[in-house]
C-alpha cells in the first residue's frame, strides 16, 4: 500500500491536503452506446392530429429529406446522467476549491441563492417578444440594473446587450468607429492605442473593428508609459482602450493624464473594468474622465463562470454617445418599462435580443445583496487579501512580483517564477501541474508572456485568511520540491483525473481531431488499422 | 448574552473586523486605504455610492427580487406561440440537472487536468454537433447565432480574401443588423431577394449579384420565415462557380428530418444551440455554433476555442486540449482572428447533454412531430376567414407567416386581444418586412398539443371574427 | 428513412427487445416468463393493470403533474401564519443546493469507504445539535418529533424498567395518538394538567401523578400552544426524585435564546429539524433527533443508528461507521431496540448545513427575531376589540393562541374570511382543545415582517369587526 | 509515477475503469471554524417592531434564558458550499455507480424529472393545515395514488402516512393488534410469524408491537418450511408478516398455502412488499390472500434514497381493515378532496400530518410515466438482469448462490463467498472493499448472517446489459485477486476517499464518540493531553 502520510506536510499550518481528484476513466460518450436505447421520450402526437397531416415527410423535396441518422450515442437515461455527473466531478469549480490562482478571471462565490432565482420560470421561461405588459418584472430588473451601475461606473447611459466582456469591448470599439463616423472622421481616426498590460480582447478587439493597434509598454517602474502615450497620439488617434488595474494587478496613477491627453488627440477613451472588483466604491471610470467602460457581470458582478460562459457584459456610455448604443434601450416612464428600438444612430444590434438575462439578473441580485456600503467592502476586502497574499508568496523561494516594486496592488499580482526556473529548471507551468495535486487551480494563460515564468493570483474577497494561507502553502511546498526534487514536480500531476498529455498532435492538422468522428478517421483507423 | 454584532457579510468571510486588522498588521498598513495608495486622491471617491438599501438577509432578498419577477407572465401560464429566434422546446430534466452542478457551473479556465471533465464534456458536445452536421470541427460555443453567422462571414472572407458577402433577405432584421456591425469595417452584406410566392431565395438575383468579389452566400434552413429553403444545391453551386464559400445557418432541432447543409454544399454550418435544452430566459439561453469540414484552412480561421482529444502518458487514457490555440487572440491579441472571450460554454455543454439523451431517434421523432404539429397549426388557421396561412407556397418547419390583411385587423390589436385568452400570438412582422403586409410569424413546437392548437384557433376566430 | 420503433424505455435500458431476446438466450429461456417460474400459474396476474393511461414523454409527464399541482396555494402567493408542528421558517439556499447533489440525494447505505462524505456529514450533524443541544449523543435522525418522542419514552421504559409516562396536557392531540398507539403494548401513558391562566405545566398534578412506577416525564419547550415552559427544574427535579427520566422535547430553532434542556435537568432531549432548513412539503418535511448524555445505559437504548469518528490506517485520516451497532434490529432482529430504517438522513445532513451556516450569532439572532416579532403580533392582535391575545399569561416563543370568543365568529369562519385577504390564519383549536374557547394557534417566525404583521392585523379587524 | 495502465485489466470486456475516488481530505468542520465568519445572516428587524416590543429576552425567566452560546462552527458562506460539495463527491449515489451491490435496497434509478417537480413551491412551500381549498392539487395527487397502489396490491383502502418502510410495517402490526382488540382477542392472539429470510424488520416490528415473534427457517430445498409453520400456528397467532420475495431473491410458491394456514388459525397475514420491484403487474398481494400489505416508495417506486431518507411506506389493506388505517384519510366526494379524520376505530397516527408527501409525489409521477405495461416491463426486466447476473457470477471461481438450486430468483440474490474464504482467506466483506477500489458499492449488511459469507445483488431494471457485464467483471477481478494476490484484496480499499477503519472504539463505551465534543474529551484530550 501507497503510504499517504507522506502527503500531509507539517512544516507549517495549515497542513496540506491529501488530495486525489475523482478519476472515473469513462469513456467517450460513444463508446458508450447501445443500441436501441433512449434517453428519453418526446411527446407523442395525437392520432387524430396525425391523420389530419397525414406523412408531412413527404413534403420535404427528396434532398432536403435527411437520409442518414445522425450516428448520435444512444443510451438510456440514468447512463447519460452517470456519465456527465462523473465528468462534472471531474471538474475543478470555484465551488470546490480555493480558486485563487485563475488570476484575473476574478473566481468569486457566485450566491446560490441568486441562482436559484434565476432557475425560477419567471425568468426561465419567458420570451423575448412577449407584450411588454407580460415582462414588466424582468424589465425593472434590467432597467434598475442599468441604474446601479452608473452609480458605481458614474458613466451616464448602459446597455447590457453584450454577451460577455470581450463582446463589450467589441461593442465599445463599434461606438468609438460609429462616433468619429458620424463626425466625419472615420477614415482619419482609425487608430486605438492600448497597453500591453490591458487585456489582449482590447487590442483584438478593436483590431476586429478595423483599428490598428498600438500597444504601450510600461516604462522602467512597471506603470504604463506617459511618455509613449504622448508620442503615439495624433490626429489618427480614434481612442484609448485600456484596462486599469492592469492584468497586473498595478493600478496607472496617471489615467486621469492618460485620458486627458487621448481626448486633446481628439479620441475617446474606453475603460475595461473587467478588473473593477478591487475598486468598486473606491474610484469611478466617468471620474477620471473616461468616455465608455464596460463591466464583466460574470466577473465582479459574481454570476458563475459557467465552464466559459454564459457570460454578460455590461458597457456604459457618456451622456454624447448614448445615442450609439445598441437597440434595443429600456426606458422607464414612471409607470412602464419599455424596449426602445427608434434610435437611428445606434450601431444595432450586438446580439439576439436584449443581453444574458439570467446572468443579468444574477449580477442585480448581487449588488442588491450588498450595497454600496458592501461593495466597498468587497473592493477593500479583495485588496486587503492580495496584497497578504503577494506579502505571504514573496516570502516563498524563487517567487518575484516584477514591476512597481515595494507598492501595493489592487485586484491581482502577476508574479514570476524565473529565479525558480534558473535555480531548478522548472517551469510555471509545472507548478501548475504540481498544484492540482493538492486540490486547485493555477492556471497557465498569461499572455502576454513578458513576464518571464508568469503567474496571476487574484483572491478576491470571498476566500478566508486560512484558505489564502492553504494555498500559499501549497506554493511554498511545491517551490521547496521544485528545489529538493524537481522530479516529482516535472512529472506532475499525480493526483489528477489523467496523466500528463502529449500536446502535440493539437497543433498539427494531421493529427488534431476536434470531434471523435474526427479522431476516428485520423487517429483510430490510422493507429488500429480498423 | 451580547447583542448583534456588527455586520459580517457571510460573502465576505475576511469582513471580520479582527481578522482584517490582523491581516494589516501583516501587510505592514495601517488602515485599508494605504493600500489604495496608487489612486490619486482627487480620483477617490469621496462619498458612499448613492445605490438602493440593501436586502442583507437572504430571506429579504429572495422576497424583494422574487416580488419584481412576480410581474412577468411565463410561458407555463400562457399558451404561447412566438418563436422568431428564440424558441419554446422542452428541456429535458437532465439538462438542469447537469449544467446547475456546481462544479461545471462554476468552473473556468482551468488546465486539461484539474477539468478533465469540462474538456471531455465540451469535446463531446462537439462530436455530437458533429454528427448532426455531417461535419468535422466544431467550435466550442461562441455568444449566440448571430455571432456565428457574423464570424463565419468573416472566416470566409479571410479564406477568400474577398469583401462582400450576399445574404437572403428573409434573414431577421436584427441578425442582419449585427452582421453588418460586426463585418462593417471588411466586408460589405448585399442582399438576395426572395421570391414573393413561396419565399425561396430568388436565384436570378442571386446570380445578378454574385461575382468574383462574393466572399459568401449566407441563407437559412429553415428560414427565419419558416418555410424551407429547397434549392440548397443550386445555391450553393452558384456560390461554388464563383469560388465564393456557402455558408448555411440551421435550426439544429430540424436536422432529424432535414438534411445537414453539407449534404446540400453547404463549406460553413452555423447555428443556434438554444433549442437544445435551454430555456427561453427572455433571450438569454443563446450560444452559437460553427462548423465546417476538418480542413486546415477552415480550422485556421476560427476565432473560437477548439478543444482537440489527446493521448496521455497512459496507454488508453484520453487527454483533451485546446486545438491550434495560436490562432486565437489569447495568444496573438489584434494578430489573432477575431476576438475570443467568454461565451456560453455551459450551453454548449447542455446541448451535448441534450443530444446524448435525444439520441438519432429521439431527433428524428421530434422533428416529425414538430412537423406534424406545425401543419396542423397551419391547416386549422388558414380555415379563419381572412387568414392566409402559411403566407408562403413552401414546405415548412416549426414556423410560418400568418397574414391578417383580409381580417381588416392589425397583428397588434389581434395579439392584445390574444393576451385576454392568455395566448401569446406570433411575432409583429409588419415593420420587419413590410411587404408582407399585417402579418405574423407563428411558431408550433413539440410542447403544443392538439388540444393547445384548437385553442389558438378558437382564440383567433373569436378575435378577428 | 424508418418511422418509430416500438417504445424503448428511458428509465429501463434493457427493454431494447434485441437485449432482451440476447439476455434470455444466455440465461436459457424462452421468454421472460419462464423467469417466474416459481409464482403459481393461479397467482399470476391475468390482465394488464388497470390503470390510468401514462404520460410517456417527460414533457407531457410534467405538464399532467404540474396541472394537477397548479391547483395549490402557496405560502408565497398567501401569509400564512399556520404553525403547529410544521412551521414556515427560512430555507438557506445552500441548504437546498447541498441536498439536491445527486451524490447525497441517491447515495444510500455506502460503506465508510465509498460513502465517507455522507458518515462525515451526519456526524458532522449530530455533533453541531450536539453543540446546540449541549449534549454529547445524538442519533442519526429517525421519522419526526413524534416518533422520537415515541421512542425517548420507550428508551426511559427500558432503562428504568418502568411502564408508565406523564404527559403534559399541551401536547399536541396528534402526537399523543402516536405516542400511545407506539407505546401501548408497554407503556400507559397518563396526562398532566396545565394551569388554566399561565398554560405551565400544573406542578400539583404532576406530584399526583408522579410515582415509582413512573418511566418519564414528557413535557415540550416552547409547549405546542406557544409558550414557554418556566419551570423545567422543578419539573426535572419531581421526575429525579422519584427515579425517572426527564424527557424534553424541544423546537431547535428556540435553542439560540432558551436554555438547553439538560440545563433544566433534562435526560433526553428530542424534537423535530423541520424548522432547521426542510421546507414545508405539506408535512413531508420532517425528521425527529433524541440526545442523551454519553453514557452507556442511554446509548444502549438508541434503536436508531449512530455515526461514530474512527481512526484509519493512516494517521490524521478520520474515518467513521456504527456505533454499537449490535443494539440495532438489523443485527438482532427482534431482540433489537425496537426498529430501525430508513427515516430521515438527508434532513439531518441539511440541519447540518444550515447550523452550520447560522453558526452561534445567528442562532441567536434568529430566535431573538422571532420573539420581536412574535410578540408585536400578539400586542397588535391583541387590541382588537373581542380579541384575548396570547390566551395564556406566560412568556411566548413563536406561537400563540389567540380567543376570538368576545368576537361572536367562530375560528372556521374567521379564517375563511381571512382566505379572501390572502391570508391562512392559525389552526383551529376548538376540537384539540375545546376548554380554551373559540381560539386558534397563531405563529409568527423571521419571514414575517411588521408589514405581513400589520396585514394580518388589520385583516382580522375587518373580519371580526 | 505510479504506473496506472496495470489497473486496466484486458482480460475480457469490458475493461475494469482506472477509478479514484474524490479524496478531499477535508476537516471536521468545527476544525474550520474562523471566530466572527457568518454564513448567513438572518432578516433584519425593522426599528420601529423592535421599539414597540421592547426587550424581549428580558421576558424569558432567567433560568431559562441561555447563557452560553452553542458552540457551533463560525463559517463564510462560499466556505460551508465548499464543505458539503466536497463531501457530496465523497459519497457514491445511485446518479453516480452501478448500484447493484446493496441487494434489497432497490438502487434504481431516480427520475430527475419528478425530483424537480417535487421542489417546486407548489409542493415544498405548502403547509399542512392549510384550507382543504388551497390545497387541492396535492391531496389530489395523493388520493389519486391510493387508486393506483390499490390496482396494483389488489388492496382496497391504502394509507400514505408512514415514514419508511419499517414504519408501515409497524403500523401493519399495529392494525393486526387493533384488529384482535376489536375481536376481544388481543390477549390471547400475541404471536406474530415471520420467516428468516423475511427483512429483519418484521420481527423488530412485531415485538415492538408487543407480540412475540416466531421464526421460520427455510426447507432443506431453500423454501419457506410450510410444516414448519403449520405447527407453529395456534390460537396466539395474531398473523403472519412476511416478505415474498424473500431477501434472498426466493419467491415462496406456496404463498397462498401460508395465508390460508394462518387464516384457517385465525391470524391476519401482512405482506412486506418491499421487494416488489420484480412483481410489479405479474402477481399481487391480495391475489394471494394477504389481508395488509405494504410498499416502499423510496424502493420500488423510484423515490431517491437519500443517505437514509426521507423515505415512505404505504400501507394496503382489506376492506374489513380500513377502519383501522391511520387518521386522516383522503376522500373524494366526485368534485373535492377532503381529510377526513372521524374514524373512532383508528390506529391513530402514525407520524406527523400525511406522510412524506414529496415522497408519495415523486412515485406517482413515476408510475404515471410508466402505466401498466412499463410497470410490467419493470418487473420483467429486473428479474431477467437478476438472472443474467445469477448466470454470470455463477461462473466466477469461489461464489455460489444458496438454495433453491437451479430456479430462477426474482429481483435479487443472495450469494455466498464461502468457497472463497476457505480457498483464499478473504472474507465477503473484504471483496466489497476491493469493489469500492472500482467505483462501485458491495454492501455487506445482510443480516441474518446465516448465508455464510453473503453478498447480495439486485440489479434492478436500472442499468444496461453493459453495466451488468462490467459489474461483475469487477467482481470476477477481485476474485482472481483473491486467489493470486489475497492481500491486495484484503488490505483494500485503496483507491478510496480513506482506507482501512479500525472499527474498535466504535464498540468500546470509553471510546466511542458520536459527537465531536465527545471525540474531544474522550480521545482528543486523552490521547494529546491538551
Ligand atoms: C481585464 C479583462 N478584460 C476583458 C476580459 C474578457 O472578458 P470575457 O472573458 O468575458 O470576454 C477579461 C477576462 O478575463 C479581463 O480580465
Ligand atoms: C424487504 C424489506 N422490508 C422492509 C424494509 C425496510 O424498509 P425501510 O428501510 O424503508 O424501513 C426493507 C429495506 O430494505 C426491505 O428490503
Redesign the interface.
Known amino acids: 500500500m501507497k503510504d499517504i502520510t507522506e502527503e500531509r506536510y507539517v512544516d507549517g499550518k495549515p497542513k496540506l491536503r491529501r488530495f486525489h481528484q475523482a478519476r472515473w476513466d469513462e469513456p467517450i460518450i460513444f463508446e458508450l452506446s447501445n443500441e436501441g436505447e433512449r434517453g428519453i421520450l418526446v411527446p407523442e402526437v395525437e392520432e387524430e392530429l396525425k391523420g389530419s397531416v397525414g406523412d408531412v415527410l413527404s413534403r420535404i423535396p427528396g434532398k432536403m429529406l435527411r437520409k442518414k441518422r445522425p450516428e448520435l450515442p444512444e443510451l438510456s437515461q440514468p447512463r447519460v446522467l452517470r456519465h456527465y455527473v462523473r465528468l462534472s466531478q471531474e471538474t475543478l469549480g470555484t465551488d470546490l476549491n480555493i480558486d485563487v490562482g485563475q488570476g484575473t478571471c476574478t473566481m468569486k462565490y457566485s450566491p446560490k441563492v441568486n441562482e436559484q432565482i434565476a432557475r425560477m420560470p419567471q425568468v426561465a421561461e419567458i420570451h423575448p417578444l412577449q407584450d411588454e405588459e407580460t415582462v414588466q418584472g424582468i424589465l425593472e430588473i434590467m432597467y434598475k440594473f442599468e441604474q446601479i451601475l452608473k452609480e458605481i461606473s458614474g458613466m451616464d447611459r448602459f446597455s447590457l446587450q453584450p454577451g460577455g466582456g470581450s463582446a463589450a469591448i467589441y461593442a465599445n470599439a463599434s461606438i468609438i468607429r460609429a462616433y468619429h463616423e458620424s463626425r466625419g472622421e472615420a477614415d482619419q481616426r482609425d487608430e486605438i492605442i492600448t497597453t500591453i498590460f490591458s487585456h489582449p480582447s482590447n487590442a483584438a478587439c478593436a483590431r476586429t473593428a478595423g483599428f490598428k493597434v498600438i500597444t504601450l509598454y510600461p516604462n522602467e517602474d512597471g506603470y504604463p508609459d506617459i511618455q509613449a502615450l504622448s508620442a503615439a497620439v495624433s490626429e489618427r488617434t480614434a481612442g484609448l482602450m485600456i484596462t486599469n488595474p492592469e492584468d497586473t494587478g498595478i493600478f496607472n496613477p496617471k489615467i486621469e493624464e492618460f485620458v486627458d491627453i487621448v481626448h486633446e488627440a481628439g479620441g475617446l477613451c474606453a475603460y475595461d473594468q473587467a478588473n473593477a472588483n478591487g475598486i468598486l466604491g473606491i474610484t469611478r471610470a466617468r471620474d477620471a474622465g473616461f468616455d465608455l467602460c464596460q463591466f464583466n457581470l460574470h466577473k465582479t458582478f459574481s454570476a458563475p463562470h459557467g465552464c466559459g460562459g454564459p457570460a454578460a457584459g455590461a458597457i456604459g456610455v457618456a451622456d454624447e454617445l448614448g445615442k450609439f448604443l445598441p437597440v434595443p434601450v429600456i426606458e422607464f416612464d414612471g409607470s412602464k418599462y419599455r424596449l426602445n428600438y427608434d434610435r437611428p444612430e445606434s450601431i444595432g444590434k450586438i446580439r439576439s435580443f436584449y443581453g444574458v438575462v439570467p446572468v443579468v439578473l444574477k449580477a442585480y441580485a448581487w449588488v442588491m445583496s450588498l450595497g454600496a456600503e458592501g461593495l466597498k467592502e468587497v473592493a477593500e476586502t479583495a485588496v486587503l487579501n492580495n496584497n497578504y497574499v503577494l506579502k505571504k508568496l514573496l516570502e516563498v523561494p524563487g517567487v518575484s512580483a516584477p514591476y512597481a516594486k515595494g507598492k501595493r496592488r489592487i485586484e491581482q499580482v502577476r508574479y514570476s517564477w524565473e529565479k525558480l526556473a534558473v535555480d531548478t529548471g522548472v517551469h510555471s507551468e509545472e507548478i501548475g501541474l504540481r498544484a492540482a495535486d493538492f486540490g486547485v487551480h493555477y492556471w497557465t494563460s498569461h499572455h502576454p508572456w513578458i513576464v518571464p515564468e508568469p503567474c496571476t493570483i487574484e483572491p478576491t474577497e470571498s476566500y478566508s485568511k486560512s484558505e489564502l494561507d492553504e494555498y500559499v502553502q501549497i506554493i511554498r511546498n511545491v517551490s521547496d520540491e521544485a528545489y529538493k526534487n524537481p522530479e516529482l514536480v516535472k512529472t506532475a500531476p499525480h493526483n489528477s483525473t489523467i496523466h500528463r498529455i502529449d500536446h502535440a498532435p493539437l497543433d498539427d492538422p494531421s493529427q488534431w481531431a476536434v470531434t471523435w468522428r474526427a479522431y476516428r478517421k485520423k487517429v483510430k483507423r490510422d493507429k488500429a488499422g480498423e | 448574552?451580547e447583542d448583534?454584532?456588527p455586520?459580517?457579510?457571510?460573502?465576505?468571510?475576511?469582513?471580520?473586523?479582527?481578522?482584517?486588522k490582523?491581516?494589516?498588521k501583516?501587510?505592514?498598513?495601517e488602515s485599508?486605504d494605504?493600500?489604495?495608495?496608487?489612486?490619486?486622491e482627487?480620483?477617490?471617491?469621496k462619498e458612499?455610492?448613492?445605490?438602493?438599501?440593501?436586502?442583507?438577509?437572504?430571506?429579504?432578498?429572495?422576497r424583494?427580487?422574487?416580488g419584481?419577477?412576480?410581474?412577468?407572465?411565463?410561458?407555463?401560464e400562457?399558451l404561447?406561440f412566438?418563436g422568431?429566434?428564440?424558441w419554446?422546446h422542452?428541456v429535458?430534466?437532465?439538462c438542469?440537472?447537469?449544467?446547475?452542478?456546481?462544479?461545471?457551473?462554476?468552473?473556468?479556465?482551468?488546465?486539461?487536468?484539474?477539468?478533465?471533465?469540462?474538456f471531455?464534456?465540451?469535446?463531446?458536445y462537439?462530436?455530437?454537433?458533429?454528427?448532426?452536421l455531417?461535419?468535422?470541427?466544431?467550435n466550442?460555443?461562441t455568444?449566440?447565432?448571430?455571432?456565428a453567422a457574423a464570424t463565419s462571414i468573416r472566416m470566409a472572407s479571410r479564406i477568400t480574401g474577398r469583401r462582400e458577402v450576399l445574404v437572403s433577405r428573409t434573414v431577421s432584421a436584427?441578425?442582419l443588423?449585427?452582421i453588418?456591425?460586426?463585418c462593417?469595417?471588411?466586408i460589405e452584406a448585399k442582399l438576395i431577394d426572395y421570391d414573393p410566392e413561396t419565399g425561396q431565395l430568388d436565384l436570378d438575383s442571386l446570380g445578378a449579384k454574385v461575382s468574383s468579389k462574393t466572399a459568401a452566400v449566407y441563407f437559412e434552413?429553415p428560414s427565419y420565415l419558416g418555410f424551407?429553403e429547397?434549392n440548397?444545391?443550386e445555391i450553393s453551386k452558384v456560390a461554388h462557380d464563383h469560388g465564393a464559400i456557402c455558408i448555411v445557418g440551421v435550426d439544429p432541432i430540424s436536422?432529424?428530418?432535414?438534411?445537414?447543409p453539407i449534404?446540400?454544399g453547404a463549406d460553413i454550418v452555423c447555428g443556434?444551440l438554444q433549442p437544445l435544452g435551454m430555456?427561453?430566459?427572455?433571450?438569454?439561453?443563446?450560444?452559437g455554433f460553427i462548423a465546417t469540414r476538418?480542413e486546415?484552412k477552415y480550422?485556421m480561421e476560427y476565432p473560437s476555442?477548439?478543444?482537440?482529444?489527446?493521448?496521455?502518458?497512459?496507454?488508453?487514457?484520453?487527454?483533451?486540449?485546446?486545438?491550434?490555440?495560436?490562432r486565437t487572440?489569447?495568444?496573438l491579441?489584434?494578430?489573432?482572428k477575431?476576438?475570443?472571450?467568454?461565451?456560453?460554454?455551459?450551453?454548449g455543454?447542455t446541448a451535448?447533454?441534450y443530444?446524448?439523451?435525444?439520441?438519432?431517434?429521439?431527433?428524428?421523432?421530434?422533428g416529425?412531430?414538430i412537423?406534424?404539429?406545425s401543419?396542423?397549426a397551419m391547416?386549422e388557421v388558414s380555415k379563419i376567414k381572412g387568414v392566409r396561412c402559411p403566407a408562403f407556397k413552401s414546405?415548412h418547419f416549426k414556423e410560418f407567416v400568418v397574414n391578417f390583411d383580409g381580417t381588416g385587423k392589425a397583428v397588434r390589436e389581434i395579439?392584445?386581444a390574444l393576451?385576454s385568452h392568455k395566448i401569446?400570438g406570433g411575432?409583429d412582422l409588419t415593420k420587419e418586412f413590410p411587404e408582407l403586409g399585417n402579418s405574423a410569424l407563428y411558431c408550433v413546437t413539440?410542447?403544443h398539443?392538439?388540444a393547445d392548437?384548437d385553442k389558438l384557433t378558437e382564440a383567433l376566430k373569436e378575435v378577428v371574427g
Open positions: 448574552m448583534e454584532k455586520t459580517v457579510y457571510p460573502y465576505i468571510p475576511n469582513s471580520v473586523p479582527a481578522v482584517k490582523q491581516m494589516l501583516e501587510v505592514g498598513a485599508v494605504n493600500l489604495f495608495e496608487d489612486i490619486p482627487k480620483l477617490r471617491l458612499k455610492m448613492n445605490l438602493p438599501k440593501p436586502f442583507v438577509s437572504e430571506c429579504a432578498l429572495r424583494h427580487v422574487e419584481i419577477l412576480s410581474k412577468n407572465k411565463t410561458c407555463r400562457y404561447n412566438l422568431a429566434g428564440c419554446q422542452y429535458p430534466s437532465v438542469d440537472e447537469i449544467n446547475q452542478r456546481g462544479e461545471f457551473l462554476t468552473a473556468y479556465a482551468g488546465e486539461p487536468y484539474d477539468d478533465h471533465g469540462r471531455q464534456a465540451l469535446f463531446e462537439a462530436s455530437m454537433m458533429g454528427e448532426l455531417d461535419m468535422d470541427v466544431v466550442v460555443p455568444y449566440d447565432w448571430f455571432q436584427d441578425k443588423s449585427k453588418r456591425d460586426y462593417k469595417p471588411q434552413n424551407i429547397v440548397g444545391d436536422l432529424g428530418v432535414l438534411s445537414p449534404e446540400y443556434d430555456h427561453m430566459q427572455f433571450g438569454g439561453g443563446h450560444a476538418d486546415e480550422v476555442r477548439l478543444f482537440g482529444i489527446a493521448p496521455t502518458m497512459v496507454e488508453g487514457e484520453y487527454g483533451f486540449g485546446d486545438v491550434a490555440y495560436e487572440s489569447f495568444a491579441r489584434e494578430e489573432g477575431e476576438f475570443v472571450g467568454t461565451a456560453a460554454a455551459l450551453w455543454i451535448g447533454v443530444l446524448a439523451l435525444m439520441g438519432p431517434q429521439g431527433m428524428l421523432e421530434i416529425k412531430g412537423m406534424q404539429r401543419h396542423y391547416k414546405p395579439n392584445k393576451l401569446f411575432k413539440e410542447v398539443t392538439k392548437i
